[in-house]
């Protein structure tokens, strides 16, 4: 069945793609680059599918030029990369190697050159080990050398980047890292992995205030949120999933929104001093959100560990998730739920009404293995259709009231999907591994036309369909 016309999008909402450095940089031990988390994590036997490290990954270090002229063709504003912390300054303090920040030199240059607007993130998971080993973001020191990190690279880049992302999913990192060892570090502390979440937002308010000071603009974070739905009416489900639902958004939103962290979750929280706070709230300019599915949560099922891609849950958590029925799923076993993309937004705009500053969608797509045909064209329609579906959800919600300024897709290319290695395919371009051969595949052409047909639409068609 043909689907109906695509809504138009304002003309000046951002188009963008979105990656990060460890998954698709390679060149790990080359020009001074420090060993990260992730390093160390995946040199342990059986934490990443089939052995798969990021020491190659897309070879994006060597073969920049090469994406970049990808992203132009594809015809994108914006283009959100994220900076390696142990590239720039190796040990996580302290000196800075030139090499690494040169890198980014040659990356920022060609981006501005090829017209795309650099958007990075400061941090995307990969902590330098020398911290890590000092205690990671348990640590709170690890959060003021974040801030010292954040002014080194803002005093260097705030003339050339007009767009700025502090940190990435601090939820993932403390829950999969911290709180059930799925990813790096590794630490399965369960409700003790807490502190790491309140030092990541300590560390996004410092890095925001160390850009600002360096002289950049233009600041907001990357938090991933999920639409929570409770397994069921019953009492037992509806507190397991708003538990749930504090644990996983509003603990990574209220604070840094409102200055307060949920007051359901005080029991779980040591006592939080109210300077802190007041740094985590420092005004941003956007907030980006991450969204790729909804979750179902219930209460916690006798003796039954949840799964989260595949890795068990602690079975004596406090609530218990549940498998959503009754939608495609993609590849990586996620549902496949657009409405659920409105309800998110949506529920952002009723929590924090005019204290929301304009979100950009800093992620948001999925993965599908399809790869290369006989013709060696790969024929992505499920992408396409993934895709389409979220951004007809995502112009619903803008219609109903939510600002949304723009919309980066994960991801450019085929990359390391951290535990699950080079087995999930998220790219808009697909990654032959052995040859490093990049192809278009038909959803990059999508985008494509689907960015230039919302730009070249004729003048006065700002509220329709395009043709
Ligand atoms: O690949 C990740 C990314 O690093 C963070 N957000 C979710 C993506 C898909 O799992």
């Known amino acids: 069945m043909d689907k109906p016309a695509f809504p138009t999008f304002p003309r000046n909402f951002s188009w963008g793609v979105s990656t990060a450095a460890y998954q698709i940089e390679g060149a790990v031990a080359e020009d001074g680059r420090g060993p990260s988390s992730w390093d160390a994590f995946v040199a342990q036997p059986g934490r990443v599918v089939n052995g798969d490290t990021g020491e190659v990954a897309c070879d994006h270090y060597h073969r920049y030029r090469e994406d970049t002229a990808l992203m132009k063709d594809l015809g994108i504003d914006a283009y959100r990369f994220s900076f390696s912390w142990p590239r720039i300054q190796p040990g996580g303090r302290g000196a800075v190697n030139a090499a690494g920040l040169g890198f980014y030199d040659k990356l920022v240059d060609g981006l501005l050159e090829a017209g795309i607007t650099p958007a990075p993130t400061l941090f995307h998971w990969d902590t330098p080990l020398e911290l890590e080993e000092a205690g990671g973001w348990l640590n709170r020191d ?112 209220d604070p840094i929104l409102t200055g307060a962290y949920p007051p359901e979750l005080e029991p779980f929280l040591p006592p939080v001093p109210d300077a802190d706070l007041a740094v985590i709230s420092t005004p941003i300019d956007w907030y980006g959100i991450n969204s790729y599915n909804p979750t179902l949560v219930g209460a916690p099922t006798a003796g039954e560990a949840a799964l989260v891609d595949g890795h068990e849950l602690d079975a004596s958590l406090p609530f218990s998730l549940r498998e959503i029925e009754g ?141």
């Open 142 to 253: 690890t959060a003021e050398r974040f801030a010292e990190y954040a002014g080194i690279v803002g005093g260097h880049f705030a003339d050339r980047i007009p767009q700025w992302i502090t940190i990435n999913e601090p939820v993932v990192l403390t829950m999969l890292g911290y709180g059930a060892g799925i990813q790096a570090p590794g630490l399965a502390l369960g409700f003790e992995a807490l502190p790491a979440a309140h030092h990541l937002l300590l560390a996004h308010g410092l890095g925001v205030q160390a850009l600002r000071s360096a002289g950049a603009g233009n600041i907001g974070i990357a938090n991933n949120h999920a639409a929570t739905w409770p397994a069921s009416e019953h009492e037992e489900d509806l507190q397991a999933a708003g538990l749930y639902d504090n644990i996983a958004n509003w603990i990574f939103a």
């Open 327 to 467: 939608y495609p799923r993609t590849d990586f076993d996620w549902p496949v739920v657009p409405a659920a993309f409105t309800e998110l937004l949506l529920a952002f705009k009723d929590r924090y009404g005019e204290k929301l500053p304009p979100i950009y969608i800093t992620e948001n797509g999925a993965a599908f293995n399809d790869g290369p045909d006989g013709e060696g064209r790969v024929r992505d329609s499920r992408r396409i259709d993934y895709t389409d579906a979220h951004l007809r959800a995502l112009k619903a919600a803008m219609d109903a009231g939510v600002d949304v300024r723009g919309y980066f897709h994960w991801s450019l290319l085929d990359n390391f999907e951290w535990a699950v290695g080079f087995s999930q395919r998220f790219g808009l371009v697909h990654v032959d591994y052995e040859t490093q051969k990049r192809t278009p595949k038909d959803s990059y052409h999508w985008y494509q036309e689907l960015i230039r047909s919302n730009k070249e639409r004729p003048a006065g068609n700002d509220e329709g369909t395009l043709s």
